[in-house]
């Protein structure tokens, strides 16, 4: 399924919240630089994230984000449906209604394409849904080399307010 182009933007934002949560905040710039966003995705991404209870902020100087929850209760698709809406990704328009089959009658209400569509969809989202961000962290953790994390823990260690 395709998903909003900031998602993955989202999705890392909220891992690298997740790995400093137990230390504070992230300035929003400092957001931004680690994975070279732009000011303004990241801001769009930001607004989204806390408008649906994901992130949570401290205004001010000293002030930035950090996750509104445990990551243990925040699932990927919470982060998906924070940018994307709740909206299915396929919308059936009904075309095996045209041409020159306008004028038959008798189909169902769904068709075998919408149903399938819909399936696939209630599986994606079953996936993502049964996925947390501590679970994102643990697999990180596993697959990225040594001195990724080593510097991603010195990053946070200077950066967290």
């Known amino acids: 399924m ?16 997740a790995a400093a949560s137990r230390d504070g905040d992230l300035a929003a710039q400092d957001l931004a630089d680690f994975h070279d966003l732009s000011r303004l995705t990241l801001g769009k991404v930001l607004q989204q994230l806390k408008a649906a209870g994901v992130v949570a902020s401290s205004p001010g100087r ?12 925040i699932s990927v698709l919470d982060i998906v449906l924070a940018l994307d809406g709740v909206e299915p990704k396929f919308f059936c328009r009904e075309i095996r209604k045209n041409g020159p089959c306008r004028a038959s009658s008798g189909y169902s209400k769904r068709c075998a394409v ?40 010195d990053w946070l260690s200077s950066h967290v307010r």
């Open 2 to 17: 395709r998903s909003n182009s900031t998602a993955e933007s989202a999705i890392h934002i909220a891992l690298l919240l």
């Open 62 to 73: 000293a002030g930035g984000y950090r996750l509104a929850r445990d990551a243990r209760e």
């Open 114 to 153: 919408a149903r399938t569509m819909d399936a696939a969809t209630q599986a994606w989202r079953a996936s993502l849904a049964a996925t947390s961000l501590d679970d994102l962290m643990d697999m990180t953790g596993q697959e990225a080399p040594r001195e990724t994390l080593r510097s991603t823990v």
